[in-house]
């Protein structure tokens, strides 16, 4: 028998307006099926639009394109059957415990009594009877979570959504109420018949979900569908948790293969957010570990979230440092000399592999190369990012570029002029 779909994405898209006339796409041709007993986990790096994506789903937002079903019906704005728990824990500091969970219910044609019967049932499935009159000011981070949490359960929803509802917590809290999600679920004292959750950590999602989505970045797209299917409880020490985990790892940083392809027609190549000082520690580390390392393990020892090593993995194989093999990070031959250089053959080493593999420095050396000053304004790359980023991500990407190209001496930055200029008598080979 087939499952019952709860929600449908079909072709969806979502630009956002960054100019007049220009826009940026966060989120492109997404296809994707919510069925009932479902526990879906959706991962991507930062940019990929995970929690955009979930805000469509909650209705909260309208994609620019495709369409959005619950249950075959077009969802055109937020539904009663459809709840959100928020990474910030969304509490009014001046409702108690009960009165908070009551807002949700508010408005849905029930009276007090009903109202009060509702909540007090969430309240106790997340474990916390007893504090009802409590305020948030006398809640632990946990606890004012289990509150969020209570509300969203409160009105019985059959889809709910989680947008990083653990990553505001501390490590032991956030296992315990992971834990304690996973025992509703699996004993059916849940009320929703499926859950998603966004998240940025693989080992969470590996842990509680049924399948894993993984999202590409810049735009987002879905790269991968994983099915997780483990029995509970879920041993992390186990040879399949562990070849799950290098599997969504391994996918995570694997660049779409079309990717060249969309250079050449004028899209712009993503430069993660890394610095060359920890893209060297990194480089070093690995070589002092033989130069291969498993990603997992290696995230694990250095006690790093996936946002904060990925974009080093990234940056090392953009530069042709490193390569991506069956979830382990391998040192190229060029990576291995790196490593072993001293600073000025490191500098040498990276600005070949600047000019040969980032497109960014490469034009930033060609403008100021060709202009006879030798010296341009900040803002004329950033008017030249705006048209493939965000404001924000267009500075981002200027500031890596400027990190990247100063290290190798490339060009030189005037931090009070905003000009980005080459250092006299200094000329590129390009």
């Known amino acids: 028998m087939a499952k019952e779909v709860i929600l449908e994405l079909k072709n969806v898209k979502k630009s956002f307006l960054i ?36 805000r469509i789903m909650a209705g909260i937002i309208e994609p620019t394109e495709g369409e959005v079903l619950y249950k075959g019906i077009p969802l055109r ?39 009060n019967e509702k909540a007090i049932r969430a309240i106790d499935l997340v474990g916390l009877d007893g504090f009802e009159d409590a305020y948030p000011r006398e809640l632990s981070g946990g606890m004012r979570q289990r509150v969020g949490i209570a509300r969203a359960l409160a009105v019985e929803p059959e889809l709910l959504l989680m947008d990083e509802p653990f990553s505001a917590l501390d490590v032991l809290t956030a296992d315990n109420l992971r834990g304690d999600i996973i025992d ?108 291969r390392v498993d990603i997992y393990a290696l995230s694990s020892e250095l006690s790093m979230e996936l946002d904060d090593i990925f974009p080093l993995i990234e940056a090392s194989v953009i530069l042709d440092f490193g390569e991506i093999k069956e979830g382990d990070f391998i040192l190229t031959e060029k990576g291995g000399k790196w490593a072993q250089a001293d600073t000025l053959e490191k500098k040498e080493i990276f600005k070949e592999s600047a000019l040969q593999n980032v497109q960014l420095i490469k034009q930033i050396v060609q403008v100021l190369s060709t202009i006879s000053k030798h010296r341009v304004s900040e803002e004329f790359f950033i008017d030249i990012l705006k048209n493939h980023f965000t404001p924000e991500e267009a500075w981002n990407q200027l500031e890596t570029a400027i990190d990247w190209g100063r290290y190798a001496e490339l060009f030189a930055y005037d931090y009070d002029a905003g000009e980005l200029y080459l250092e006299e008598n200094e000329t590129i080979d390009m």
Not at 23 to 40: A, C, K, P, Q, R
Not at 235 to 247: C, P
Not at 249 to 254: G, Q, R, V
């Open 184 to 291: 509703l679920w699996r004993e059916g004292k849940m009320p929703a018949k499926a859950i998603v959750l966004v998240t940025h950590n693989i080992e969470e999602a590996v842990s509680m979900s049924s399948r894993a989505v993984v999202l590409s970045h810049n735009p987002g797209r879905v790269k991968a569908q994983i099915p997780l299917e483990l029995p509970y409880p879920r041993d992390k020490n186990s040879r399949d948790f562990k070849f799950l985990l290098d599997k969504i790892y391994t996918i995570l940083i694997k660049p779409p293969e079309e990717i060249p392809m969309m250079l050449a027609a004028g899209r712009y190549q993503f430069l993660p957010h890394a610095k060359v000082g920890a893209i060297a520690g990194l480089i070093e580390l690995v070589h002092d570990q033989g130069g």
């Open 77 to 115: 704005k937020a539904h009663a059957r459809i709840a959100v728990v928020f990474q910030s824990f969304a509490l009014f500091p001046w409702f108690n415990v009960l009165e908070n969970v009551r807002v949700g219910l508010v408005g849905q044609g029930l009276n007090d009594e009903e109202i």
């Open 19 to 54: 100019g007049k006339g220009r826009d940026i796409t966060v989120l492109d041709n997404i296809n994707l099926n919510i069925f009932s007993g479902d526990f879906v986990s959706i991962l991507g790096q930062s940019g990929a639009g995970k929690s955009t994506l979930l």
